[in-house]
């Protein structure tokens, strides 16, 4: 069960022609094993939706070009596998879903056609046993009537159901890997609960790996076991859910934790982080969330913290760690 | 003391009107914002939360006869405004603002700060020459923290925070009693909502503004509130003081929206209470109380009596025949 299922090393992106491109994406890493879910935190910007694309290779090229690293998948580098295998690991062993549904499912092709297709790509079954999955997919992301909601189209759908179209098709071909950028921010409350207790749910009863993408801490602090917080394109902490909110290492993190409303209740102000994240081009060869930083060093401006354990479940990228004394 | 504004009884019916429906020789009717009755003080905080649909946006831009009332009543300082027009409707205006969510669609690309920032003084002739308008404007960036200097520039050099920061500029330049302010901080990432709602605090303070504060996070929401009115397919299904809202909440649906909402600080051990099925169609709304088809507690009486909003505490009043403190149970 230890195995991973997915080993990202130095996966570095990057957009524009060559010579004048920016680094968006810097040496990510990181691991997830079977039955794992992992939350990505980050705010506009910091390189999360480029990241979960570039591991499929979703990432338009040009302008976008993965420059170095490696994606492992059960031990095959997605990055040099010749791109005709490609299709076979997508939406098979490594589904997606995104933020907005509408804009991914077909407009023109009822709901039902289009998890029958996603199943037909795949495995080569009979119409009428795909039908039978396409229904129990239906059911278990909880379509109510799915036999007559088999031959509606899309825009029938109300957006949290669309939502639930989009994870039944992402899970129509038992996925070991589910990655889901940002899949409740377009959903009212009610309705993220919903999907939420969804993800939880199937987790629990397929195993599937999840790399949960999103902006809002609440979501990751629902669904995941551990956390990985970007900025500006690079990792700057790591760590076990629990840890993350009680013992945040990186000075952005603890940032990011404060302004939250709900943990500043009966106080006057809110906690607020400084100034905004600088655009790609404008970053420096130091630490990217300097200019905003209050543990802030001349060092800090010159050189790149690395990543350093700060216990047995968190790493952070900081030089006024302990560690980084050491 | 006497309200700033009072809404009594506000709807608004929209006849949505498809070119099917031409056809089929019908139109449905949507009541988007059914009897609507609020009232907000001089420097207080009312917050409109509800999801997508709820018509929350509506409200706020019938105070502000950006739409016009079906029925009800809008008074606002001492006059009524339902139906004045010409110069009674201007000065009202002067009086109450907007705030949009998005920034970057409710500034025009092409005009800079200046010019955006300046327009509604241009408009209502409160410009003596240019150097006066230069002046002001300064002031009023200088009052949303952004640096004078940026006069010249143009939205897109600016980050989604700052751009919030213009607009507020702007809606605060004819010295507003009022602000309308619809999801002001949604767009904007954590960090720097935090600037724009403490900004939004401090301006309050400073100038007395009482913001009609539109927003479906109840994080913000329980932050910067002093009351809270909750809506649901077009009614207010509870308002009462903040405190009150969220410590001892009497509708099912308060209580639901409030469960719903992700901790951003773990708490395991609470119990969330997930609503099944969705939002039912405003064109098709249930009989009776509107909440009844997603309501765990829901009896008989539900489908065949609409619940009134009655007074379950001081300044706390409740839509819902069974209205009582958690009606879905204590959370644990």
Redesign the interface.
């Known amino acids: 069960m230890s195995a991973q299922l997915l080993k990202v090393r130095d996966l570095s992106v990057e957009f524009g022609p060559a010579g004048k491109s920016v680094r968006v994406l810097d040496r990510v890493g990181f691991d997830i094993a079977a039955g794992d879910c992992v939350g990505i935190v980050g705010e506009s910007g910091s390189g999360k939706s480029v990241m979960s694309l570039s591991l499929l290779r979703l990432i338009p090229e040009p302008p976008g070009r993965i420059v170095e690293g490696s994606v492992e998948f059960e031990g095959v580098d997605l990055l040099t596998l010749p791109a005709s295998r490609l299709p076979d690991i997508r939406g098979k062993d490594i589904a997606m879903i995104f933020q907005e549904p509408m804009s991914a499912l077909n407009p023109v092709m009822t709901v039902g056609d289009q998890i029958s297709e996603a199943i037909f790509l795949h495995e080569k079954i009979g119409a009428a046993a795909r039908r039978v999955r396409v229904l129990e997919m239906l059911q278990l992301v909880g379509i109510p009537d799915s036999e007559s909601r088999y031959g509606s189209y899309p825009h029938e759908f109300s957006g949290g159901m669309r939502q639930r179209v989009m994870i039944a098709m992402a899970l129509a071909c038992s996925p070991k890997l589910l990655i889901a950028d940002e899949p409740t921010t377009a959903l009212d409350v009610t309705i993220q609960a919903q999907v939420l207790e969804l993800m939880k749910r199937l987790r629990t009863r397929y195993r599937t790996s999840i790399l949960l993408i999103s902006h809002d801490l609440g979501v990751i602090a629902d669904v995941a076991d551990r956390v990985i917080v970007m900025y500006c394109g690079r990792i700057v902490e790591t760590a076990a859910i629990d840890d993350l909110f009680d013992r945040p290492a990186h000075p952005y993190t603890e940032g990011l934790l404060n302004s939250i409303p709900s943990r500043s209740i009966g106080q006057d102000r809110l906690y607020q982080i400084p100034g905004a994240p600088p655009a790609p081009s404008e970053r420096g060869p130091g630490c990217a969330f300097h200019p905003r930083c209050p543990k802030r060093m001349p060092i800090c401006l010159v050189r790149l913290p690395p990543l350093l354990q700060v216990s047995e479940t968190q790493q952070a990228a900081c030089f006024a760690l302990p560690a980084a004394r050491a | 003391m006497t309200a700033l504004l009072r809404a009594d009884g506000l709807a608004k019916v929209f006849a949505a009107r498809s070119r099917w429906s031409a056809l089929v020789g019908g139109t449905s009717v949507v009541r988007a914002v059914d009897e609507v009755s609020i009232e907000l003080a001089e420097a207080e905080t009312l917050a409109l939360v509800g999801?997508?649909g709820c018509g929350k946006s509506t409200t706020g831009r019938l105070i502000m006869r950006l739409i016009e009332p079906s029925a009800g009543r809008i008074v606002f300082e001492g006059d009524d405004i339902t139906a004045s027009s010409g110069a009674v409707l201007r000065r009202a205006r002067r009086r109450m603002q907007m705030v949009f969510q998005d920034p970057r669609s409710s500034l025009s690309p092409r005009r800079t700060v200046l010019q955006t920032v300046a327009e509604p003084l241009d408009a209502n002739g409160l410009i003596r020459s240019a150097a006066h308008r230069r002046e002001v404007v300064a002031q009023l960036l200088d009052s949303v923290g952004l640096s004078p200097s940026v006069m010249g520039r143009y939205p897109h050099q600016f980050?989604?925070?700052?751009r919030q920061r213009i607009g507020i500029a702007r809606s605060i330049a004819l010295g507003p009693s009022l602000i309308v302010a619809d999801e002001p901080v949604s767009a904007l990432?954590?960090?720097?909502?935090?600037?724009i709602?403490?900004l939004l605090?401090d301006l309050q303070k400073e100038r007395r503004l009482s913001y009609l504060f539109i927003s479906?996070d109840?994080?913000?929401v329980?932050?910067i509130a002093d009351r809270v009115a909750v809506m649901y397919l077009g009614r207010i299904v509870e308002i009462g003081p903040k405190p009150d809202i969220f410590r001892a909440p009497h509708h099912p649906y308060t209580q639901?929206?409030l469960s719903?909402?992700?901790?951003?600080?773990?708490l395991r051990a609470q119990k969330?209470i997930?609503?099944?099925?969705?939002?039912p169609s405003p064109s098709a709304a249930p009989s009776g109380c509107g909440f009844r088809t997603r309501c765990p507690i829901a009896q008989d009486i539900c489908a065949r009596e609409r619940p009134a909003l009655r007074d379950v505490a001081a300044g706390h009043s409740a839509a819902c025949h069974f209205a009582q403190p958690n009606p879905l149970g204590r959370p644990s």
């Open positions: 999801e997508s980050s989604g925070g700052q990432d954590v960090s720097v909502q935090a600037q709602v403490n605090q479906h109840l994080a913000v329980r932050h639901a929206l719903a909402a992700p901790e951003a600080r773990p969330r997930v609503l099944t099925s969705d939002v």
